[in-house]
């Protein structure tokens, strides 16, 4: 079984277009993430949730908008695509302890979006 | 606020030499975790290791070894005996525990092996 497993891997789209990536982890992780990795292989974290609360928000436009229905999911949903957001996203899941996290992280195999 | 600095953008050597990949870190935290992961042309992030900042013994995988030096901020990677299979991207990254802040990474070192 996949640990972290993110749908679609490839997204090709319209500018304009509003699209989504799923994510799910099976490893009873407390917290998930969105990393972007642009097209110099730069990873940068986007968003942040534990136990489905939103803890970290970086200076990322308000088209992105992630959204945590249970622990154990942790989509991310893009309006108004632009050339830009074309990267490589990635789902990450952690195990903290006692709110101290080792910061290891379980990553999915990302999800190449590509916009046109 | 932490940072990782990994100087060596590419790195290109001939296969069985071996090559060492730099990281310097920057935390306030005296509790802190470091890491390494390969990124191959396939795409996935692959976990190698992480080290805690209590624990300076180097550590050594097979052909991978890991040298933590805090007096230098320091957490190298040295692979001996390169093989084309060990080609591809390499980040160093640092977490701060107490402040349970996420992983942030270097920018990569691309490292081609040529057989």
């Known amino acids: 079984d996949t640990a972290v497993s993110q749908t679609p891997k490839y997204l090709v789209t319209q500018m304009g277009n509003d699209k989504s990536i799923k994510c799910e982890q099976n490893?009873?992780?407390?917290?998930m993430y969105w990393y972007k990795q642009d097209s110099k292989k730069f990873l940068k974290i986007m968003f942040s949730?534990?136990?489905?609360?939103?803890?970290i928000n970086e200076t990322v436009p308000n088209r992105f908008s992630p959204k945590s229905p249970d622990k154990a999911h942790l989509n991310l949903h893009i309006n108004s695509l632009e050339l830009g957001d074309s990267a490589v996203y990635f789902c990450?899941?952690?195990?903290?302890?006692?709110?101290?996290?080792?910061?290891?992280?379980?990553f999915g195999e990302g999800s190449r979006l590509t916009v046109l | 606020a932490q940072k990782v600095t990994q100087a060596q953008t590419e790195i290109s050597v001939v296969e069985k030499e071996d090559v060492t990949l730099d990281c310097v870190y920057e935390?306030?935290?005296?509790?802190?975790?470091l890491f390494w992961y390969k990124q191959p042309p396939s795409g996935e992030l692959v976990f190698l290791i992480r080290?805690?900042?209590?624990?300076?013994q180097n550590e050594i995988s097979g052909r991978y070894s890991w040298n933590f030096q805090k007096s230098t901020s320091s957490f190298n990677f040295t692979i001996t005996a390169s093989q084309v299979v060990d080609s591809a991207v390499y980040f160093c990254?640092?977490?701060?525990?107490?402040?349970?802040?996420?992983?942030?990474f270097g920018k990569g070192t691309r490292l081609s092996v040529i057989a």
């Open positions: 490893l009873g992780h407390d917290t």
């Open positions: 080290r805690n900042s209590f624990d300076e």
């Open positions: 990254a640092l977490s701060e525990a107490w402040r349970n802040t996420p992983l942030v």
């Open positions: 935390t306030r935290d005296t509790t802190y975790y």
């Open positions: 990450a899941s952690s195990q903290d302890f006692a709110g101290k996290s080792t910061g290891e992280l379980f």
């Open positions: 949730y534990n136990n489905k609360e939103l803890i």
